[in-house]
């Protein structure tokens, strides 16, 4: 055959290829996807024992690890000391003076009155005598001060008798109630600090990676296991667009596995507007790039088959 031909008869056949394959129906692919959740710490501590292993299914309520928090039970022994003597000092200033208490202080009055009035009686004699010019100023001068002395010692203590038998003052009750009050707050929050060396699962979940080993530090916040949450399979595909109008919310499509060559029944449950920088599931995708992307969730009819589907897989959706 001449050369010729034969050169212009590969390239019809490349262009015949072309255009079959541009005409040829592209399928938009997708991810699996399941809600996922983590467990973490509330209080840094050191791991002394793990339950269970990766894949594992737990169930709300189930310990998954213990944590050693030396620090918290110091906290709380401090805590409680400090709850102690503010009871204390509640109780006291609610029960007022001890009876004994009371007969030192009336025993105490006693003793001054006596004083005071022998003072007094030894200024007015001092006064008299002073008067007819018998006795120095010097020694009028201290028998007056021994009877203000006296006086003001008779004054104070009898107003300490009077404040104990009346009580303590009601600000100073509300003031201890208040400590107590605090101190059993503080005694609280080292105890619930204390119960959070137990990890606890707070939802079902399907473990599926624990980040650290028994003997490790864990610290606050940080996710010691990650899972997917049982039955909440669904798909998620990004769509331009320019091509936005051949889905709707409520749709039913046909979702195909790649992996596993099945086809599943699903419904688009909705459809959004994905930011600039938000990743895209489609491997190649074929928009203009001033197009929107929108995000497309799909649900499977039969969320219970598709638990056996493997997370991030490929998927095709049939237009």
Not at 138 to 160: C, G, N, P
Not at 282 to 305: F, G, H, W
């Amino acid at each position: 055959m001449n050369p010729v031909k034969i050169i212009a008869y590969t390239v019809l056949t490349l262009i015949a290829t072309s255009s079959c394959e541009s005409k040829k129906e592209k399928l938009l692919q997708g991810k699996i996807k399941r809600e996922s959740l983590s467990f973490t710490s509330k209080v840094t501590g050191r791991l002394v024992k793990l339950f269970g292993h990766e894949g594992q299914s737990v169930k709300t309520g189930d310990t998954l690890a213990i944590l050693d928090v030396p620090e918290v039970s110091a906290k709380i022994a401090q805590a409680k000391g400090i709850f102690k003597a503010s009871s204390a000092q509640r109780l006291l200033a609610s029960n007022g003076a001890t009876e004994n208490q009371l007969k030192q202080l009336y025993a105490k009055q006693a003793i001054n009155r006596e004083q005071f009035e022998f003072a007094q009686k030894s200024y007015t004699r001092a006064s008299a005598m002073f008067s007819d010019s018998l006795l120095s100023p010097q020694a009028y001068d201290e028998s007056y001060v021994k009877f203000q002395t006296a006086k003001s010692q008779l004054d104070a203590v009898t107003a300490e008798l009077n404040e104990a038998v009346k009580g303590t003052r009601f600000e100073a009750k509300i003031t201890t109630v208040g400590q107590n009050e605090q101190a059993g707050g503080v005694l609280m929050e080292a105890e619930i600090a204390y119960s959070e060396r137990y990890i606890i699962a707070t939802n079902n979940m399907t473990v599926e990676t624990i980040t650290i080993r028994e003997g490790e530090l864990a610290t606050a916040g940080y996710p010691i296991f990650s899972g997917y949450i049982p039955n909440s399979t669904w798909f998620r595909f990004t769509i331009p667009e320019s091509s936005i109008s051949a889905v709707t919310k409520g749709q039913k499509v046909t979702v195909n596995v790649a992996y596993n060559k099945k086809s599943y029944t699903a419904e688009i449950i909705n459809i959004k507007q994905l930011p600039r920088y938000a990743d895209i599931t489609t491997a190649y995708p074929d928009y203009e790039m001033d197009d929107a992307v929108y995000d497309l969730k799909i649900l499977p009819e039969n969320v219970s088959l598709a638990e056996e589907l493997l997370y991030n897989a490929t998927i095709t959706l049939s237009k």
